[in-house]
């Protein structure tokens, strides 16, 4: 081991340090933390709440030079107490060099607190320093303040800095430190190594070895499949997922890594699988709350996998869970994107028994897709459904819906729309009202064609060259007196 002292470290939270033994994360949304917590420590001057003694120790720290460091710390006559070594420490990552010099001055006055070292550690890992990291280990062997606190430490600074051997390494030589490995080690390795991009088939093999000396739990499983998520490599998460049930049997506890493992299944176009498990979990009493079926609606709805995604919505609501309105706007918005008009009313009239009630988008994604499929009459009946429930058709759904009422020989529900628009101040006008105008001309309504036109034209609706050409191609097939009037409107539409 003391070969290793030449290698060992990587980027880990102090957070470990202080809440030992709590040190690995058994879920995503712990992982996530870790992960955050993992950046490098803010220093003195972004931290606004150093007590006075420590700010001016750390100004030291980071403006004297190396050779007046320990000369200038003296000078202040601020005694090293044990919470103001840490204090500063916590805020001297980014001062590796000084850190040491402040450590080594401070501990001519008193020992050092465990804390104190294992955040020394933590700070020489971080920076990369591994043989003064391992000087600083051997000498809290002989003060006798080692934990598996400090080894976590080691564990993280290796895996970010790439060398998961040594990490490895590293847990097989703790007892001869005089820490007994236990699970807690274990798991925090497990992490460790799963936290680094593709290593997952690593923690793996260290598991495999491990396991006989020190049986896992249910964490070290979640770990497993958080990394296997993260990788997307479904068959090693079946593997895993085996494993788990056989040794720690089920329970709701471990929904951290029953949501992994579906949520690696559902990436992995493996939805048909993830359904069966779910049927078996819910036999079990383990389904998986709100927030799986959320996130592996997210992951239908980028695969537009409409049929499944229903699948899943019917065993979540079936089994008495709530979606919220962003969950059914979501799952309307994917029937409605794969033309499943049945389901979109369907989950439009569930909406309210549950207490999430249809909004704008809702509608306008349901009349969208009954526009697109050309359902002229029950495009109708839902125009008036939305305005009678005051959730007004969007100014692009209006335009659409002209056009495809006109091209469904519905002229009169497209006059409705327009006229809807117009009441209400749906704005802006320009694409419906020029949709409108063309629908007239090629049904030859020449009547209300000059009564819109000029309307438009008084307000000033902007008319498109191309719609001036439809229209006068209707109104030249209707003889002189229509030719003239189309002249009429057209040194308007010119002038104005």
């Given at each position: 081991m003391e070969a290793m002292a030449e290698n060992p470290s990587s980027r880990l939270s102090s957070v470990p340090l202080l809440h030992p033994p709590q040190i690995y994360?058994?879920?995503?949304?712990t992982s996530k933390q870790q992960s955050h917590q993992l950046q490098q420590h803010p220093t003195y001057l972004e931290t606004p709440d150093v007590s006075t003694r420590a700010r001016i120790l750390c100004e030291i720290l980071t403006k004297a030079s190396?050779?007046?460091v320990e000369t200038a710390l003296s000078s202040t006559g601020i005694k090293p107490l044990p919470e103001i070594v840490e204090e500063v420490l916590k805020h001297s990552y980014g001062f590796p060099s000084a850190a040491i010099t402040f450590f080594r001055w401070a501990g001519m006055n008193?020992?050092?607190?465990?804390?104190?070292?294992?955040?020394?550690?933590?700070?020489?890992?971080?920076?990369e320093s591994f043989e003064q990291?391992?000087?600083a280990i051997r000498s809290m062997k002989q003060e006798g303040v080692l934990s598996v606190a400090t080894f976590v430490s080691v564990f993280g600074s290796y895996c970010s800095a790439g060398k998961i051997n040594e990490a490895v390494m590293t847990f097989d030589v703790m007892d001869r430190y005089g820490v007994e490995p236990n699970i807690v080690a274990v798991n925090s390795l497990l992490s460790a190594i799963c936290r680094e991009n593709n290593q997952t088939l690593k923690a793996l093999e260290f598991f495999e070895r491990i396991k006989t000396k020190i049986a896992p739990d249910a964490d070290s499983f979640a770990i497993l499949l958080e990394g296997w998520e993260k990788e997307g490599n479904a068959a090693k998460a079946k593997n895993t997922f085996g494993e788990m049930v056989i040794r720690v049997g089920w329970s709701p506890q471990y929904m951290s890594a029953y949501d992994a493992f579906l949520t690696t299944l559902v990436c992995g176009s493996q939805v048909d699988?993830?359904?069966k498990f779910l049927q078996v979990m819910k036999g079990k009493n383990c389904l998986p709350g709100l927030k799986f079926f959320s996130n592996a609606l997210d992951i239908l709805i980028k695969q537009n996998n409409s049929a499944q995604a229903v699948l899943l919505w019917d065993i979540m609501v079936g089994n008495g869970l709530i979606p919220n309105l962003i969950m059914y706007n979501a799952i309307i918005g994917l029937?409605?994107?794969?033309?499943d008009i049945d389901n979109a009313f369907r989950f439009l009239d569930e909406m309210v028994f549950y207490g999430a009630f249809p909004d704008s988008l809702a509608y306008n994604m349901i009349f969208q897709c009954l526009i697109k499929n050309k359902?002229?009459?029950?495009?109708?009946?839902?125009?008036?459904?939305?305005?009678?429930?005051?959730?007004?058709?969007t100014h692009s759904n209006c335009a659409a819906a002209i056009t495809m009422f006109f091209n469904g020989d519905d002229p009169e529900m497209a006059i409705e729309v327009w006229e809807y628009m117009i009441k209400n101040h749906v704005l802006p006008l320009e694409v419906s009202a020029n949709a409108l105008l063309t629908g007239l001309s090629d049904m030859g309504r020449l009547t209300e064609l000059k009564r819109?036109?000029?309307?438009?034209?008084?307000?000033?609706?902007?008319?498109?060259?191309s719609t001036m050409e439809k229209m006068k191609h209707a109104f030249f097939k209707e003889g002189r007196s229509a030719r003239d009037t189309y002249d009429s409107l057209s040194r308007k539409w010119k002038s104005s």
């Open positions: 994360p058994s879920s995503s949304q190396p050779d007046k008193q020992k050092h607190s465990a804390y104190a070292w294992n955040l020394m550690v933590d700070l020489l890992g971080k920076n990291m391992w000087d699988e993830a359904i029937v409605c994107n794969n033309n359902k002229v009459r029950v495009a109708g009946r839902f125009f008036f459904e939305m305005i009678k429930n005051e959730w007004p058709p819109f036109t000029e309307y438009m034209l008084d307000r000033r609706v902007e008319i498109y060259e």
